[in-house]
């Protein structure tokens, strides 16, 4: 069966190996129908999930050729494929592109119209640009992790969601889309410099209009959004799950109080803050007296807002991923389906991650280099299989 052509179909789009973000966003370029094709180092460096690629499933939807991009020839070889991309993704350090023969300047000068999007984590300067970072380092400085936690405790690390992903992979994708639809205008290229921590304050913008109208404090768990309000957090059912509450405007609130039992109860007002302990008790006695699947029938199609914790495996048997397709299965490894929707040229999975120069020379003829090409960069030390 054919599938279908995403919107992005038509755009090629070279991704030099990475980790985090960069896959990811050559994940969304995938899904989307960009022919995303992956310059594999020729064996691996531990950047993913070691031999088990298959497991990296963020490498779907790509064909893959090798290059050992440390030598001159492969450099070459790296600019010819250069030449016939409309985008290239890296996630180097600032510097090393350049140390490679493979400068933005030099890239652009064999092709215009390339994008050329760069994710690091701190940008390409800056007194901190040099310096090594994960995900925690990115969202630390940005302000975003202060924000995660529990009054009177840590910071928690919001698993590598903030920085490697939102912050990070999602925003070069944005970046690339942005000046591929310039570039089809100008008929130039540009290069795109996104920054985890940057790309991680820019997810809290709503929190600095919140702080400048003065409903927010600089301290956890001392918000509306944070989990200092009790209907806004997640409470312990009778077997040890949790149930996420999230009934911030009135009429959902009283919803809330309904389905709980406690519509007919003197309670504090929902924003009366010196109230907030005792209603985080009543709610908390309340769901501790049923399971978590109760809680679920009880508020089964209603507006309170309420809704299970489910772990990833219980998140893609629930009714309603199943009804809408929101998990699925590559290669026997089940997987969230690619998103947003689109009415007429919807994303698809093409294929599992690739091997290490799986499908490479079909590739190459598809991005319109001939077989006389093809071996000429076989001559630089490219690799490919079929």
């Given amino acids: 069966m054919d599938l279908p ?14 980790i985090g973000p960069v896959p990811f ?6 899904d989307m129908g960009a022919d995303v094709l992956l310059v594999d180092r020729t064996q691996d460096a531990g950047l993913g999930f070691g031999g088990e690629r298959a497991h990296d499933v963020m490498l779907r939807g790509r064909r893959s050729v090798t290059l050992d991009l440390k030598s001159a020839a492969a450099t070459e070889a790296a600019l010819t494929l250069a030449q016939q991309a409309d985008a290239l993704i890296e996630g180097f350090r600032p510097g090393v592109l ?9 890239l652009l000068a064999r092709n215009p119209r390339l994008v050329i999007g760069r994710m690091t984590g701190w940008g390409q300067d800056g007194p901190l640009s040099g310096r090594a970072g994960h995900d925690i380092d ?13 009054a009177g405790e840590a910071p928690v690390p919001p698993l590598n969601l903030v920085g490697d992903f939102g912050g990070g992979g999602m925003l070069l994708a944005f970046g690339v889309a942005c000046a591929l639809l310039e570039a089809r205008q100008s008929g130039r290229g540009q290069v795109i410099d996104a920054a985890m921590v940057e790309g991680s304050a820019l997810l809290t913008t709503m929190v600095w209009g919140m702080r400048a109208a003065g409903q927010w404090r600089d301290e956890r768990g001392a918000n509306v959004l944070d989990g200092a309000a009790p209907w806004y957090d997640t409470y312990s059912t009778s077997d040890g799950k949790h149930f996420a509450v999230g009934a911030i405007e009135p009429r959902f609130y009283a919803e809330l109080l309904q389905r709980l039992g406690l519509a007919g ?32 029938a009880i508020f089964a199609g209603s ?3 309420a809704a299970p914790v489910l772990g990833f495996g219980e998140a893609m048997d629930h009714p309603h991923a199943r009804a809408r397709g929101s998990h699925v299965s590559v290669g ?12 007429r040229t919807p994303g698809a999975v093409r294929n599992p991650p690739p091997e290490r120069g799986a499908n490479g ?22 690799g490919f299989g079929n």
């Fill in 5 to 18: 052509r995403g919107p992005l179909s038509g755009i090629r789009v070279l991704e030099l190996e990475a």
């Fill in 25 to 30: 966003c050559g994940m969304l370029l995938a």
């Fill in 361 to 382: 020379r079909a590739a190459l003829a598809d991005w319109g280099f001939d077989d006389e090409a093809i071996e000429r960069l076989r001559g630089l030390g490219m």
């Fill in 303 to 305: 507006d309170a807002c």
């Fill in 265 to 296: 109860e003197a309670l504090p007002a929902q924003h009366d803050r010196a109230g907030w302990p005792q209603l985080r008790a009543r709610f908390a006695a309340e769901f501790a007296k049923r399971t978590r699947d109760e809680w679920q």
């Fill in 138 to 150: 990115y969202i630390a400085l940005s302000g975003a992790l202060a924000a995660i936690g529990r």
């Fill in 98 to 106: 350049e140390r490679l023969g493979l400068a933005p300047d030099v």
């Fill in 332 to 343: 026997g490894i089940v997987q969230p389906a690619p998103a947003p929707r689109f009415s």
